[in-house]
């Protein structure tokens, strides 16, 4: 069994040493442990700090790509290079790495597929209020989006088995950690969290540049889940409330107009006729987004077969290299 623990960075150099020096070399259950960063287009000594410290493998991408394109690409990376079992953790060491037999001891134990680590959200002191609100939110919407049950959603310290990682597939630019938790639920993948600790915060969080940033890429970010993943509940539910608000104005016109009141209402019967053509409009792409999301989960499918007969691709824009010299 091996087991490869694969770090994104972009411009880590400050903090990868302290990362990668906290990293296990054996974990129980797997005969091998590897390390893999997956360097996306930084600018600084992460590459030669990474090989310094005693990486396995390096991934890079040419140019800055994002933490979605970053953690996908170190799985496909981590598949070509036969892992078993996949670790993801961060370069800024806000994991505590002895946990990670604790991540992975239900994969081992076939109980799950992917574990999630849930961090004691309400004691972390660097957090903002503003950000745990926003945390307990966005696991809140995944929940609902996947039918799972993680507290967690966005923590990025996680572990998954071989065949996991070749059914996901990430669409965000900006995170994967809610999107691949739907996932997971929508294709029946066992998925469960275990309670993580965390170390002192080393540096401020790139994701979080500032508030009212955060607040906006969240809210597209949970916007898009339901687009995305829930698309004819989505866009059948706003098509429903302007139908239907269509329908009550219309039907109160009716009925003004039957009593011989209907003078001076025109303007609620051209209301009622616009929503009821904006309801039946919305109804309709419902229906065609519910059939481009079908034909999604097909290309995942055939994907996966792909992968399944060691046919993964080549990842663009990076290429591995596992000299440590």
């Not at 442990?33 to 410290?53: C, F, M, P, Y």
């Not at 396995?56 to 079992?85: E, I, K």
């Not at 229906?287 to 989960?297: G, H, I, Q, V, Y």
Request: aromatic fraction near 8%; glycine fraction near 6%.
């Amino acid at each position: 069994m091996k087991l490869i623990i694969q770090i994104p960075c972009y411009n880590e150099a400050g903090t990868l040493a302290i990362a990668l020096a906290a990293l296990p070399r054996q974990v129980p259950g797997f005969d091998s442990v590897e390390w893999l960063i997956i360097d996306d287009g930084s600018e600084d000594e992460t590459v030669h700090v990474a090989r310094k410290n005693g990486v396995d493998h390096v991934v890079r991408h040419t140019r800055n790509q994002g933490l979605a394109r970053g953690f996908m690409t170190g799985l496909d990376a981590c598949l070509r290079l036969g892992a078993d079992v996949i670790v993801n953790t961060d370069a800024d060491n806000q994991y505590n790495a002895d946990d990670i037999p604790a991540l992975t001891a239900p994969i081992l134990a076939h109980r799950a597929d992917i574990v999630v680590g849930a961090r004691p959200i309400a004691t972390i002191k660097h957090f903002s209020f503003v950000k745990k609100m926003l945390q307990q939110v966005g696991s809140w919407v995944v929940r609902v989006a996947s039918k799972t049950d993680i507290p967690d959603a966005p923590s990025g310290f996680r572990a998954m088995n071989r065949v996991a990682a070749q059914r996901l597939m990430v669409f965000n630019d900006y995170t994967y950690t809610l999107e691949t938790i739907i996932q997971a639920g929508q294709k029946n993948m066992a998925i469960t969290s275990v309670p993580i600790r965390v170390n002192e915060d080393l540096r401020p969080s790139r994701l979080m540049k500032s508030i009212p940033s955060y607040i906006k890429r969240s809210i597209v970010t949970i916007v898009r889940i339901f687009i995305i993943y829930r698309p004819f509940k989505f866009f059948g539910t706003i098509g429903a409330v302007l139908f239907a608000a269509g329908f009550v104005i219309a039907a109160r016109f009716m009925w003004l107009y039957s009593h011989g009141l209907g003078e001076g209402h025109v303007q609620s019967l051209i209301l009622a006729s616009t929503l009821l053509a904006i309801g039946f409009q919305t109804l309709l792409v419902a229906f065609l987004a519910d059939l481009l999301a079908a034909n999604r989960k097909l290309m995942e499918d055939v994907r996966f077969r792909l992968y399944a007969r060691g046919e993964p691709g080549v990842v663009l824009d990076s290429a591995i290299d596992g000299d440590r010299s």
